[in-house]
């Protein structure tokens, strides 16, 4: 694994816990020089291998500053809820992040979506709840007492969405801690982390996306398999600062559609692999933010 899975404490979801619990950015910069800046700043979170990202930010932000004609630069965030910590404070201009932080930085930092991945002709995925092939494991309730892993405690799929599939299954009431269930409920930090702790055997399972697997090397993809699925959920999104500049917004925007051309989709690898973009559809998001309501995330 590329990075220590975390214990989750008590189960404590309210909106106070979750912004309180926002990780200050290294990065940050005073919202005051962050208006001055004439560049554009890039905050991509560790959905995969950290030290990927980093050489992948390198290259993609180069090709943008050709096409906008200003510097843009990027780094990774720790989690979800930096990454929308980094809208908040104006240390990032535009964030790649999953529904549900979206919705949060929608709620508390202004912040809006402008474009979403597509996958296999849709933009939209499911949360899967995996396990390993030799483990037994062939239903949710044999997951009682056992170990899980997910991979962001404010990630859709990653959380949310799979720990609600014991709550439709009866097993869980929406709210209640995970820790009455499972005997162990960690925190990976992505799903690559998530699931590959499932495929080399540190947890029973893990709540991931339904293409986590793909992030693991051939051998252990055939180590793993899944046995809950999710709903259709808002695939990743590209998330703007709510008073970024609007000009700077469009033409980010066009050259990030101009990825869908032929001649330059092999450019998406550097964006965390989706099959294009498409213009960001604000309503499928209300969903989300219906689950977010109903765990005490929001309003």
């Not at 999104?237 to 700077?248: K, N, P, Q, T």
């Amino acid at each position: 694994m590329t990075k220590r899975c975390i214990e989750a404490p008590s189960f404590v979801l309210d909106r106070r816990s979750l912004l309180l619990g926002m990780a200050a950015l290294p990065f940050g910069a005073a919202a005051a020089r962050a208006q001055q800046r004439d560049d554009l700043v890039l905050a991509f979170i560790p959905q995969e291998d950290p030290e990927k990202l980093i050489g992948d930010i390198g290259v993609i932000t180069e090709w943008l500053s050709g096409k906008l004609g200003i510097p843009v630069r990027g780094f990774v965030t720790s989690d979800h809820a930096a990454a929308v910590e980094a809208l908040r404070n104006r240390d990032a201009d535009i964030s790649f992040m999953g529904a549900l932080p979206y919705v949060i930085a929608n709620e508390y930092a202004g912040a809006t979506a402008v474009l979403q991945e597509v996958y296999r002709g849709k933009p939209t995925y499911t949360a899967r709840l995996f396990v390993r092939r030799d483990s037994g494991i062939t239903q949710l309730a044999d997951l009682r007492g056992k170990t899980i892993a997910f991979a962001d405690p404010i990630s859709e799929s990653g959380y949310f969405y799979p720990l609600d599939l014991f709550a439709k299954a009866g097993l869980l009431q929406r709210g209640e801690d995970p820790n009455r269930f499972f005997s162990r409920v960690l925190f990976a930090g992505g799903y690559q982390q998530a699931v590959q702790a499932v495929a080399n055997g540190l947890v029973d399972a893990a709540g991931a996306s339904q293409y986590a697997d793909m992030l693991l090397s051939p051998d252990q993809q055939l180590q793993v398999t899944w046995i809950g699925e999710s709903v259709p959920i808002p695939s990743h999104s590209v998330i703007a600062r709510g008073d970024m500049d609007e000009g700077i917004r469009s033409r980010f925007v066009e050259a990030m559609l101009r990825l869908n051309e032929p001649e330059l989709r092999h450019m998406l690898k550097y964006v965390y692999g989706p099959d294009g973009y498409v213009v960001a559809d604000l309503a499928a998001f209300e969903d989300v933010r219906e689950l977010a309501k109903a765990y005490g995330v929001l309003r």
